[in-house]
């Protein structure tokens, strides 16, 4: 198949669409399916075998297995580390199919998935692949006689549920660290976006992962992924979504006491002090919300522009947002694509409805763009006050929420009135507020002078209730791993 940044859907070849378990491809035991659709035309992509409780079991199964009795967890580390590296090497090669079958599945424009997801897919994994030979415990002087060490140990089976917007890249997050630690998967890909992640595991299959070392269930959440997070096999839950969900998801796995690893929501604070370059600030704050359509759990939703600096600041940032090209995710030049589904579209206009009736500003934007597909042009909402809806609930679209401030102390304050804590970031050229930003905010990542700036060896993950456990870098690692004392008397 001969797919290139400019490839129509068409051409698009859909390989998988079954349950993989055991190495195997199959159906639901239901013999159920359920429709993927293209965002952008609203058409019907492929069945996907629908997945449940029965399959979720088989998955289960295999990977406690694998990793009971199986070669995975007591290989050479460095051979897993060796395929992990191979199957790297092997979407590198085939990284502009995977881009069109991501741009297609998730909507987002081709250049994104082909310039940034994927080469970050093929990062996070050599990045763990080189951690899979250096995972150690330490020594420990202890009183008496003993000689005391721990030992890092794999967590078992990790069952590892991810959202829609990013579907390859999650998959490779979660997938990267299970895999080097010496842990075994069942993961229950995002209903909306199941394809990628399926064709993952066959390329893993390709490069010689053995069998149930990786099993993907597609399905919905309140069925195939309440049955991960339920089922007695699984040791771990790695979650990324929405923090109702994680709350379901905690009450759900109280019975089994899974460890769990939570990457939630966020209304991130993103903030302009006039001393900053604010042609920068601009471009920052474009970026910080509208990548992926505004489908970040990160996103700069909160921007709080210096009060005299709003006037020029507007200026610029109303330009860039009047500017987005929207359209076709498969034209090179496309900027924005189209919302992941029918579903976010109307959530997405009904913050837009309500922003307007609480008497925000609505600068630009504020409508659905085109006829077909699920695109919405990129708002702006300028005048918005701390407690309207669209300043604190987590919109997950291309609608920015402008906020004036004047004092740094009352900003801060502000700024951290949210229940969420994911990300904030600051633009100044003033060193002090930087780092006083930077130590008082309450979140897990900020950004000075940037935004979105991610890296496979930078942890990642929440304050608060954007959750708890951090992905990527080291501790990422350790969250798939049990630490074990061994005390022997000398
Ligand atoms: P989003 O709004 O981004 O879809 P969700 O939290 O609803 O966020 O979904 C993220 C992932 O969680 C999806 O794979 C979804 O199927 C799954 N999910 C939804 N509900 C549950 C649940 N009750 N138990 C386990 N997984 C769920």
């Not at 195939?224 to 905690?250: C, L, N, S, Y």
């Amino acid at each position: 198949m001969a797919t290139s940044l400019q490839a129509s859907p068409a051409e698009i070849q859909v390989q998988h669409t079954q349950c993989f378990i055991d190495g195997q491809w199959q159906e639901a035991a239901s013999g159920k399916t359920f429709a993927t659709i293209n965002p952008a035309t609203e058409e019907l992509i492929a069945e996907v075998a629908e997945g449940d409780t029965e399959d979720v079991d088989r998955a289960a199964r295999a990977a406690r297995r694998a990793f009971d009795s199986g070669d995975w967890p007591k290989m050479d580390a460095r051979d897993r580390g060796r395929l992990m590296y191979l199957l790297a090497d092997r979407i590198e090669r085939e990284i502009d199919e995977l881009a069109a079958l991501e741009t297609l599945d998730n909507g987002k424009p081709i250049r994104e998935s082909r310039h940034v997801d994927l080469p970050l897919v093929v990062d996070v994994l050599r990045y763990y692949a080189g951690y899979a030979d250096k995972i150690h415990g330490s020594t420990i002087p202890i009183r008496g006689n003993y000689f005391c060490y721990t030992r890092r140990e794999p967590v078992g089976v990790a069952g590892q549920i991810i959202p829609w917007n990013f579907p390859m890249l999650m998959t490779a997050w979660k997938w990267g660290p299970a895999l080097a630690a010496g842990c075994t998967i069942v993961m229950k890909p995002a209903e909306q976006t199941p394809l990628t992640c399926l064709r993952m595991a066959q390329l893993a299959k390709e490069v010689g992962f053995p069998d149930g070392v990786i099993n993907v269930v597609p399905g919905f959440g309140p069925t195939a992924g309440a049955a991960v997070v339920k089922h007695p096999m699984i040791d771990k839950v790695a979650f990324t979504g929405e923090h109702r969900t994680a709350q379901i998801i905690t009450r759900d796995s109280a019975e089994t006491l899974k460890r769990l690893t939570f990457e939630l929501g966020g209304k991130s604070p993103n903030v302009v002090y006039a001393d900053a370059d604010l042609d920068a600030a601009a471009q920052g704050a474009y970026l910080g919300l509208y990548l992926n359509q505004g489908q970040c759990c990160c996103a700069g939703s909160r921007l709080f522009v210096e009060a005299s600096a709003h006037e020029a600041f507007m200026e610029k940032l109303t330009g860039l947002a009047k500017n987005r090209k929207l359209g076709d995710p498969f034209a090179e030049d496309t900027e924005q694509g189209p919302q992941v589904d029918r579903n976010q579209f109307d959530k997405i206009m009904s913050y837009i409805e309500k922003g307007q009736q609480e008497g925000a500003r609505c600068v630009t934007g504020g409508q659905r763009h085109g006829e077909r597909g699920y695109f919405v042009q990129p708002t702006i909402f300028d005048a918005v006050e701390d407690d309207m809806a669209i300043a604190q609930d987590e919109i997950f679209g291309p609608v920015l929420s402008v906020l004036k401030f004047e004092d740094t102390e009352r900003m801060i304050e502000r700024a951290n009135r949210t229940f969420y804590g994911l990300a904030a970031a600051i633009w100044t050229r003033d060193v002090h507020k930087a780092h006083d930003f930077a130590a008082r905010v309450r979140a897990g990542t900020v950004w000075v002078n940037c935004y979105d700036v991610f890296d496979a060896a930078a942890p990642f993950g929440g304050f608060k209730m954007s959750g708890y456990g951090r992905e990527l870098g080291e501790e990422g690692l350790k969250a798939y791993t049990e630490s074990k004392t061994v005390t022997v008397a000398l």
